[in-house]
Nanobody
């Protein structure tokens, strides 16, 4: 499974941004896909996860209500979106998408088998 994140950029506080994760591979339909982020000087943290068939959405508690994850599936491909609203300077980070994970512990990074490169999101105050 290959993953490529895109859509990052510079946005003012209060603005919105939509990230995309293009996932491809013969088995991509077998995987849930999640977003993580790593802010400057911080550890990488869980953002959101969506199941294989667009159900079972799970969010970091601190981001509920502002971030929305969604998914479009096609043969051997999937695109997972992360819509981020009411952005704050503390949302500044490199955002990564990953495939796999555990339904019982979706935040556990070690369970994600595939990772894409990150996309930079910078929120100015």
């Amino acid at each position: 499974v290959q993953l490529q994140a895109s859509g990052g950029g510079l946005v003012q506080a209060g603005g919105s941004l939509r990230l995309s994760c293009a996932a491809s591979g013969r088995t991509v339909g077998d995987y849930a896909i999640a977003w993580f982020r790593q802010g400057p000087g911080k550890e990488r943290e869980f953002v959101a996860r969506i199941g294989r068939s667009r159900g079972n959405k799970y969010y970091a508690d601190s981001l509920k209500g502002r971030f929305t994850i969604s998914r479009d599936n096609a043969e051997n491909t999937a695109t997972v979106y992360l819509l981020m609203n009411s952005l704050k300077p503390e949302d500044t980070a490199v955002y990564f998408c990953a495939a796999g994970g555990s339904h019982w512990n979706p935040q556990r990074q070690a369970d994600y088998a595939y990772w894409g490169q990150g996309t930079q999101v910078t929120v100015s105050s």
